[in-house]
């Protein structure tokens, strides 16, 4: 199926008509004249309740954007994807982070190979070596069972592992020490590894090629750590090091074992790999049960996306308001709150995940774009961001559209706190739709000079997430929603949701200044004036010839 641009799609300039005829519409309104709209504008799928009605859509708005979703192929390219197509179109590669979760009996094919007989090959060797670890069956170097497992990675290799840690932490070995480095900055690692025992540590090096700057730049000083304190004997490297890769030349020149390495392909996108063996240290630390329980989770969501009609589709649903509001209300970032403090991360992880996919300014086919891509997404958990950026969004002068995440059921029940927790999700919700009329504020006795500042105008969307209990498959659902919701909005824009050029020229740039900052003496050097200065500077407040 051939897919017009853009603009060229017969929803498209409907939408743009229709914004301006309903852009003064209010929410207030909208469920005046809708007494039951709260109840009609909900979805309930694979466990996740979504209370969409707080958006600034009437029936015509959806219906038009159902529209857009089908003129834009969306249907036609869920197909492909599932199907193994090579829909990465600049590197040429299938997208199927869906067959890290799809169960055994499944056939998902890659150039017409059925991958998932090698998954679950990869899971049960994780699944053993996460049981012997977990046991005390593996044994360091002077023969003690590891309590302490860092993850040495960057983007996806860490944002992922991290997130999952935190927001499993409950069902997680609390005799054991997680902890995770990414950065390049020495920081990173030191507090790392602050009061750990080399003989008590395994670090899992996750890197697919094995040569990722940041990360094998913390591995080497790993390794270092971890050889001072064996008096250098090489040896104690093959048990206190593990790879996540698929380099093994690389793998074994750095000292470890390759039959301790656990690989994943090249038809996985590192944001979108946290349930492959990026994933080691989560199931390390949660247990191979625990594990393939959140997988269940992305597959009932993937399986949901895959089959559901759109008008009932949790991820087309909010990908397509997304959209709406990115390019007819011109909102510039999505905040995403979740009411869980164990969901801290989360807010970081989908960064990478939606901003990495969609911060493109050409189209598949390479041409320019001349409509918005890509928001920005960001946020904190409630209750703390009530108190800091909610000003903001209740009174400032941008439309930030809201998704709150919550769950009926707390895992550490402790008096009213939950109850309490949940009021702010609702009031807070109910506040951005209906804010606080002028009449309002008076009838409260507000002196004339305050009334305007105490004002809330309201008409700020949100879409409310509210699941049972935050258990592992709950958290696999959560994550499989936004990687279908940006893959909706993607198609939407025909842009390649699955490369990552953006990221390479200041890394390339940084490999040309590393030789200039530590030359022994000054470099001849070609930058732009103000690089030139900034390079000079640094070299002489180090120290530097």
């Known amino acids: 199926m051939k897919v017009r641009t853009l603009r060229r799609r017969p929803a498209w300039p409907a939408l743009n008509k229709h914004h301006k005829e309903i852009a003064k519409l209010t929410l207030r309104h909208l469920f005046d004249q809708d007494p039951q709209r709260g109840e009609r504008l909900a979805v309930e799928a694979a466990g996740v309740y979504l209370d969409y009605s707080k958006n600034r859509v009437t029936d015509e708005t959806l219906r038009l ?34 067959a890290l979760r799809a169960p055994r009996d499944a056939t998902i094919l890659h150039d017409g190979q059925n991958v998932v007989p090698e998954v679950h090959a ?108 064996f008096g250098g004997e090489q040896a104690a490297t093959a048990r206190h090091f593990v790879a996540v890769s698929t380099n093994a030349q690389e793998v074994a020149k750095f000292g470890i074992d390759t039959a301790n390495m656990f690989g994943f392909w090249d038809w996985v996108g590192g944001r979108y790999s946290m349930d492959s063996a990026i994933g080691l240290s989560t199931m390390i630390a949660v247990g191979p049960e625990s594990f393939r ?34 390019d007819f209300f011109g909102a510039q970032t999505v905040a995403v709150l979740p009411y869980e403090q164990y969901l801290k991360r989360f807010p970081a992880y989908l960064q990478q995940l939606t901003m990495e996919s969609n911060g493109k300014h050409v189209t598949r086919d390479g041409r320019r774009v001349d409509y ?101 498959a709950a958290l ?19 842009i390649d949701s699955f490369d990552q050029w953006g990221v390479e020229l200041g890394k390339a740039l940084a490999q040309n200044i590393i030789p200039e900052l530590e030359a022994p003496s000054e470099p001849t050097l070609s930058h732009d004036s103000s690089t030139n200065a900034l390079i000079r500077r640094y070299r002489k407040m180090k120290g530097a010839g």
């Open 122 to 229: 990869v899971l049960d060797r994780m699944a053993g070596f996460a049981v012997r670890v977990r046991s005390g069956t593996w044994l360091g170097h002077t023969g003690k069972p590891i309590r302490n497992v860092i993850n040495i990675g960057i983007g996806g290799s860490d944002l992922g592992p991290v997130m999952a840690y935190e927001a499993l932490r409950h069902y997680s070995r609390r005799d054991m020490n997680f902890r995770f480095v990414s950065n390049v900055d020495g920081t990173d690692f030191t507090e790392a590894v602050h009061g750990l025992d080399p003989a008590e540590t395994l670090f899992i090096v996750s890197s697919k090629t094995f040569t990722t700057l940041e990360t094998m730049t913390n591995a080497h000083t790993a390794r270092d750590w971890l050889l001072a304190g």
């Open 65 to 98: 954007l159902l529209q857009l979703a089908e003129q834009s192929g969306l249907r036609e390219n869920i197909d492909a994807m599932f199907r193994g197509d090579k829909i990465n179109v600049s590197e040429k590669r299938s997208v199927l982070h869906v």
């Open 293 to 326: 329980a959140m997988l269940g989770g992305f597959h009932e969501m993937d399986e949901h996306f895959r089959t559901a009609p759109f008008a009932r589709n949790l991820p087309v649903l909010m990908g397509l308001l997304a959209v709406w509001y990115n």
């Open 476 to 494: 696999g659902k959560l994550v499989a929603l936004y990687e279908h919701s940006v893959f909706t909005q993607g198609t939407i824009w025909q």
């Open 372 to 472: 918005d891509t890509g928001p920005i997404y960001w946020g904190e958990p409630g209750t703390n961001g009530q108190h800091s950026f909610y000003q903001l969004i209740h009174q400032g002068t941008r439309l930030i559209p809201c998704d709150f995440i919550a769950f009926a059921r707390t895992l550490n029940p402790l008096g009213r706190h939950h109850d309490t927790l949940m009021s702010n999700v609702f009031a807070q919700t109910e506040a951005l739709a209906f804010g606080k009329t002028e009449d309002q504020v008076k009838a409260e006795g507000t002196p004339d000079g305050l009334v305007p500042h105490r004002l809330f105008d309201g008409n700020r969307p949100s879409n409310t997430l509210l699941l049972d209990q935050l258990t592992p």
